[in-house]
């Protein structure tokens, strides 16, 4: 167990349609990363954020949005879905603002859009 | 996205047999690490290397930095069942310490 907690482990929606996606960090880390993971694929960086500001930006698609919290849980919202955006949506937590700390990764949203 | 390539992509080996995956960048990283995602599952934090001609093993695993910090490899001696899972790297370039890349995968299969 990480102690990464990520919600929904399951979404099945339909093409362009809102979902939110939910992650609560180890305890301690004020770190909070998205991945995308597509079917076969490696991860896709998406967004990081540290102590409720957004720290780096990768190859997030302006149709989503991230946010932390002061209680430093995260939620990556994902709007006007397309068929592609179906993938496995991975959190990730570290101590610091430093990429070069390990990654404590949740179990992953499954997003399926129909 | 910007993915590092990791070789090969599959490796499917018997029971006892080795295996190594390697990564290899371009550019001279700063730090690189390793992670492996069993079928189903998510990615767990195996290593990370910071030193030139760095060596560190893990039981049957040892993790290697190239001499000009331009790429690794992860050697798994006398495989075993539980070792099946995709293997990723992840690259810190030194140009750009605020990224972290991850690699392609390599997917190992062992057959008892």
């Known amino acids: 167990d990480s102690g990464v907690t990520q919600t929904p482990k399951h979404l099945i929606t339909a093409t362009g349609q809102r979902v939110t996606l939910r992650c609560s960090p180890r305890?301690?880390?004020?770190?909070v990363y998205w991945y995308q993971q597509s079917l076969d694929q490696g991860l896709q960086f998406l967004i990081q954020y540290y102590n409720g500001e957004e720290r780096a930006k990768g190859n997030i698609l302006e149709r989503f949005s991230a946010q932390q919290f002061p209680d430093l849980h995260s939620e990556l919202n994902l709007s006007s879905l397309e068929l592609g955006d179906s993938a496995l949506y991975f959190c990730?937590?570290?101590?610091?603002?430093?990429?070069?700390?390990?990654?404590?990764f949740g179990d992953g949203t499954r997003l399926s859009i129909l | 996205g910007q993915q590092v390539m990791q070789i090969p992509q599959y490796q499917h080996v018997q029971e006892g047999e080795d295996f190594t995956t390697y990564c290899n960048s371009s550019t001279t990283l700063s730090n690189i690490q390793w992670y492996k995602q069993r079928p189903g599952g998510h990615p767990v934090f195996l290593i990370q290397l910071v030193k030139s001609g760095e060596v560190k093993k893990q039981k049957r695993l040892t993790f290697q930095f190239g001499e000009a910090k331009k790429n690794s490899s992860l050697h798994i001696t006398a495989t075993q069942t539980t070792d099946v899972g995709t293997y990723f790297c992840a690259e810190t370039p030194l140009d750009n310490t605020d990224k972290l890349i991850f690699g392609t995968g390599t997917r190992l299969q062992v057959f008892p």
């Open positions: 990730a937590s570290s101590v610091s603002d430093r990429v070069n700390q390990p990654q404590h």
């Open positions: 305890s301690g880390d004020l770190s």
